[in-house]
């Protein structure tokens, strides 16, 4: 009779798959665990239950209770049925990407018998193709902010060490508002966002960490945290570094997607307080080197400068020196000249005595030789003109 009920189901499975209860989506990690719940109605507690795939023949069937029998259990499955809250389970082990697909909760009963559709999903237990790097100084604290869907405003939130979903809310350092030694986790539902701050860092803090929400149906969201703390010489005061981090639903059945994230402010996050001293520094080294090259030009420029005007002074002097010296003989001469033109204008007024004509004639004649001599002084002008300029140069 089971036999031929199997056939007809699986005769009549695409119309039955509109017309059944909703469907039931599960998860899990590879090399994890699954659990599926099924529920029935008033009446059925002693009815036979199983779970089967693909057409839900007798060769289909992946595990069942016996009559009278609550528990069971079969290679990676195993089968509870509680009678009192009329759900019964089963859960799956050691789960691979092979047991990915879609299930059959079924209640065994005359006539049709009850199908819910289950649709597994098994993904790989890894996290997460981008990840956020936060680096932090020893002694010092660093927050790190995730931000999630509205959705989930009151799903549990928690924060773990690694990558590996299937153990992290097991192994969670911290849970929604709860505080656990150096660790924090704050959920602020309004902005939808929950903060992670961890105080006193060491460099035993560094690591992987993933911030996770808990989702009901479905997996987990989580993103990655690369947390990287510094060794500090002197201590610091706490400086928080914020990570905004940004989480996404699960929409693939082999894996698990996410969202880049990323540091604030951009442009600051690799930056320590060593690399702002080292520009500071450059700087100012590159500002006194250029002063004191400008000051170096402006000196050399100011010397050259003051050079070439004291040369065309000292000619001056010297032409001066020597038009004086010019001058003074020049004088002397004229006086001499002078001196002459007046003696023989003198000598040259009409004589009446005549017997002193022989005396005059000879006077004349002294006097001419007189002037002749007075006049080479322009030789020792022309001498001592050559001299000084000989010397001068």
Known sequence: MTSLRRVFFSLSAALWSVSIADGIVVSGYEGGEAEISCSYGHGYENYNKYLCNRSC?????????????????????????DIKRRVFTVNVTKLTLQHAGIYWCAVSKYGKDIYTEVRLQVVKDWCCDNRALVQGNSQASVSISCPYKPQHKESQKYFCIGTRPSTCLQQATVTSNHNTGRFSLHDNNADGVFTVTITGLTQGDSGMYMCGVH???????????????????????????????????????????????????PSSAGFTDRTYVFIAFTV???????????????????????????????????????????????????????????????????????????????????????VYQDITPYDNIYHSLNITTTDRH
Do not use: W
């Open 57 to 81: 023949a007798n060769s289909d069937i992946v595990i069942e209770t016996q009559l009278g029998v609550q528990h069971t259990k079969k290679g990676s499955f195993s089968l509870h049925d």
């Open 215 to 265: 989702v009901d149906r479905g997996l987990d969201v989580y993103s990655v945290v690369h947390l990287e703390v510094k060794e500090t010489t002197t201590p610091l005061s706490p400086s928080p570094m914020t990570l905004v981090t940004t989480v996404t639903s699960v929409t693939s059945t082999s894996s698990l997607s996410s969202t880049s994230s990323s540091l604030m402010p």
């Open 284 to 370: 100012m080294t590159f500002s006194v080197s250029l002063s004191v090259l400008m000051l170096a030009l402006i000196i050399i420029y100011r010397c050259k400068r003051i050079q070439g005007s004291a040369e065309p002074h000292r000619e001056t002097v010297l032409f001066e020196s020597v038009y004086e010296d010019v001058y003074e003989n020049t004088e002397a001469v004229c006086v001499n000249v002078k001196l002459a033109s007046c003696k023989n204008q003198y000598s040259s007024q009409p004589n009446h005595d005549d017997d002193d004509d022989d005396d005059v004639e000879d006077d004349d004649d002294a006097q001419q030789e007189s």
